[in-house]
């Protein structure tokens, strides 16, 4: 158990809809990362959060949208789902600012699944 | 195009057996890492290596990074069935702060 938390664990729903995949970070850790990880894809950096400020961001479409809380917890907006859309989301947490240094390890949740039907 | 190619692809062996792990770019990346996953899991990091040529050991696993900090790889002595999975690497660069995530190999170990 890594400390992160996320929800749903699955998420079944139809084209053109939009729904909100929430994460918890360990306790302390004030970075929150999102990915998408699909078949043809791989596993995609989509955008991090720093203490409720945008810090980062990578292959995330216009479509999908992201923020931070005060609390910390953060939340993934996608809307407009199309087929393609139909991935594992992992949130993943850091101490620091940056989570790919030595000192500073990225910790990932279980994943919501969402399947575009 | 994937900015990390990993090779192989998939990777069925004994146990017991020594195996590697490519994982190249034609990009310099300022760190890499190396994580396994499980299924139904997220990935967990083994390691971290931030110099050209650095090399790091655990326990039956040996990490390289490449002088020209390119590409990596990783090795593993005696291979246990618990050492299958799906193991990725990824490389972070300074420059936008973008992290990418290789093509990944998918090692089974059959006892």
């Known amino acids: 158990d890594s400390g992160v938390t996320q929800t749903p664990k699955h998420l079944i729903t139809a084209t053109g809809q939009r729904v909100t995949l929430r994460c918890s970070p360990r306790?302390?850790?004030?970075?929150v990362y999102w990915y998408q990880q699909s078949l043809d894809q791989g596993l995609q950096f989509l955008i991090q959060?720093?203490?409720?400020?945008?810090?980062a961001k990578g292959n995330i479409l216009e479509r999908f949208s992201a923020q931070q809380f005060p609390d910390l917890h953060s939340e993934l907006n996608l809307s407009s789902l199309e087929l393609g859309d139909s991935a594992l989301y992992f949130c993943?947490?850091?101490?620091?600012?940056?989570?790919?240094?030595?000192?500073?390890?990225?910790?990932f949740g279980p994943g919501t699944r969402l399947t575009v039907l | 195009t994937q900015l990390l190619e990993q090779s192989p692809q998939f990777l069925s062996i004994q146990e017991g057996e020594n195996l590697t792990v490519y994982c190249n770019s034609s990009?310099?990346?300022?760190?890499l890492q190396w994580y396994r996953q499980e299924p139904g899991e997220g990935p967990v990091l083994l390691v971290t290596?931030?110099?050209?040529?650095e090399v790091k050991k655990l326990k039956r696993l040996t990490f390289q990074f490449g002088d020209a900090r390119k590409d990596s790889s990783l090795h593993i002595t005696a291979a246990q069935p618990g050492d299958t999975g799906l193991y990725l690497c990824?490389?972070?660069?300074?420059?936008?702060?973008?992290?990418?995530f290789g093509t990944g190999t998918s090692l089974t170990v059959i006892p």
């Open positions: 993943a947490s850091s101490v620091g600012i940056s989570g790919f240094s030595s000192y500073n390890e990225q910790f």
């Open positions: 306790s302390g850790d004030l970075s």
């Open positions: 959060y720093y203490n409720g400020e945008e810090r």
């Open positions: 990009s310099v990346f300022s760190s």
């Open positions: 290596v931030v110099t050209g040529g």
């Open positions: 990824a490389g972070f660069t300074n420059t936008g702060n973008q992290f990418y």
